[in-house]
Every structure is written in structure tokens, then in C-alpha cells.
């Protein structure tokens, strides 16, 4: 199997269950290996909530490197952030703040999705 | 563009980013079929004939979707690239 563009989608709030750690984990295994594929990762709804500057995620942390090495992209919807009364200044420096329509591009571009 | 499977509670999302799709196929799945679709901008919009019946909700649907069972979910799905959004 080739490269393949994948996009992989946050919908929940992190904690309470596994989906935000072990689509991380996914993610990492993703980019790495014999395809190295590309992964946008795309927050939005309530997943947004793992984008918070004070959101501990120290389950994860061991995959940021590997993720930044590959150039993975992490983008926040802004029109679900807004919604719930969060600014961009509340956000992870890594954290890309788009548009839905920009969202909805990157579905498009994707050879496939998963959701988290 | 695709096929998008919306079950509450993340359908709602789902169904925005289908919005930008004129293309899309909608299929509502489970509890999905008590989302409402009247703000969907374009595509077509399908429901599980076993979820809606089950819900009582044939009369509710009518017109608005077409009902599909589980081996012509199984072809759409073969046959594009799929949103999930369950």
C-alpha cells in the first residue's frame, strides 16, 4: 500500500474515555512504518475541548514528537470554539483555528477518514 | 463527494460538514434518524428502514428521506469514501 492522505477527527471531549489518547497513538503509527502516510488531525464539537492549553494530556504526550517530525498538521474549528466560549488565545500553540468550509476541504482531500 | 453515517450525538456535525457537499448522500443510522436534516443545502438523504420503523417514525420521514436497508448501505459504503460520524 502506498502513501495515503488520511484526515483523522476528534468529535469528543478528551478524558472519561480512551478515543483522544488512542487516536494519537493512531496517528502515530500512521505516519510511521514502510507508507508513512499523512495525517491532519481536525478537532471540532466538543472534541475542541482537547485543544485547551490546560487540557492535561500527559497519556500522549510520548506521541507529540514523532507527530511534529512528520509535519502533522493540527487544526480547531473555529465556528465550535466559538460556540463554546473559547478564544484562540485559550488554545495549544500547535493548534491551527479554521473555518467549517476549510474543514469540509479536508474531508474532500482525504483518502479516508477516521473518527475519535 | 461521499457518504456520510450520522448517529446522534456527533451526526449534527456530520450534517455541517455535508452542508458544503452537493454531492452528498446522507445516511441516517440508529438513533441518527431523529436528526433534522431540513437545513441540509444539497445531496440526498437516506435513513435505515429497521432504525425508522422500529422509532415509529415512517410518517415523521416521509418525503424526506428515502428508507434503505442494511445490503444497499453495504454498497454505498463499497462504493465511496465515507464519513463516520457514529
Given at each position: 500500500m502506498a502513501e495515503r492522505k488520511l484526515l483523522y477527527h476528534f468529535n469528543?471531549?478528551?478524558?472519561?474515555?480512551?478515543?483522544?489518547?488512542?487516536?494519537?497513538?493512531?496517528?502515530?503509527?500512521?505516519?510511521a512504518g514502510i507508507d508513512e502516510h499523512k495525517v491532519d488531525l481536525l478537532f471540532q464539537g466538543d472534541g475542541v475541548y482537547n485543544a485547551l492549553k490546560d487540557m492535561e494530556e500527559t497519556e500522549s504526550l510520548g506521541?507529540?514528537?514523532?507527530?511534529?517530525?512528520?509535519?502533522?498538521?493540527?487544526?480547531?474549528?473555529?465556528?465550535?470554539?466559538?460556540?463554546?466560549?473559547?478564544?484562540?488565545?485559550?488554545?495549544?500553540?500547535?493548534?491551527?483555528?479554521?473555518d467549517r468550509a476549510k474543514a469540509a476541504a479536508l474531508y474532500m482531500q482525504a483518502d479516508m477518514n477516521v473518527d475519535w | 463527494m461521499g457518504v456520510y453515517l450520522l448517529d446522534k450525538p456527533f451526526g449534527d456535525i456530520g450534517l455541517k460538514i455535508a452542508n458544503f457537499d452537493d454531492s452528498a448522500k446522507v445516511v441516517l443510522i440508529k438513533d441518527g434518524v431523529y436528526l433534522n436534516t431540513s437545513g441540509l443545502r444539497g445531496?440526498?438523504?437516506?435513513?435505515?428502514?429497521?432504525?425508522?420503523?422500529?422509532?415509529?417514525?415512517g410518517k415523521v420521514l416521509a418525503g424526506k428521506a428515502e428508507l434503505i436497508d442494511y445490503p444497499k448501505l453495504i454498497d454505498m459504503i463499497v462504493d465511496d469514501k465515507v464519513m463516520n460520524f457514529i
Open positions: 469528543r471531549a478528551p478524558h472519561g474515555n480512551i478515543f483522544w489518547t488512542e487516536g494519537m497513538r493512531a496517528a502515530t503509527g500512521a505516519v506521541y507529540l514528537p514523532s507527530l511534529e517530525d512528520a509535519g502533522v498538521h493540527y487544526y480547531v474549528v473555529d465556528e465550535d470554539i466559538k460556540e463554546r466560549g473559547v478564544g484562540a488565545g485559550d488554545l495549544k500553540d500547535r493548534f491551527e483555528v479554521i | 445531496g440526498k438523504v437516506y435513513a435505515m428502514k429497521d432504525d425508522v420503523e422500529k422509532r415509529g417514525l
